[in-house]
């Protein structure tokens, strides 16, 4: 199973969504080939009603606490809840990576 199918059942498990949107972004960055490790994650759940966004990111940190300990390096994030979906669809943009060997 590779690592978004991991991620994408951790949510499923800890949130129960009505839509996730993940892109593995890795590629843009400075790791090895199929390092799967940077990723940009738009998620729709009932369980982020109430919830500042700070309370909205440590649900999703907590769910993917054993991604984060096994190589998970970054994570762009968009919580919303499904009123929020509705009145502005759309994932977040990532910032262009600026290190490594990529460096202007």
Not at 37 to 56: E, P, T
Not at 80 to 92: C, H, I, N, V, Y
Request: some cysteine.
């Amino acid at each position: 199973m590779s690592r978004a199918q991991r991620i994408e059942a951790h949510l499923r498990d800890a949130l129960s969504p009505v839509h996730v949107q993940l892109t593995d972004e890795s590629h843009q960055h400075s790791v090895p080939e199929g390092s799967e490790s940077h990723f940009n994650l738009l998620i729709v759940s009932d369980a982020f009603a109430g919830k500042r966004q700070v309370q909205r990111h440590q649900a999703v940190y907590r769910a993917l606490d054993a991604e984060l300990a096994d190589g998970l390096h970054a994570l762009t994030l968009k919580t919303l809840t499904p009123d929020e979906w509705d009145s502005a669809p759309g994932a977040a943009v990532s910032p262009k990576c600026l290190g490594g060997s990529k460096s202007p």
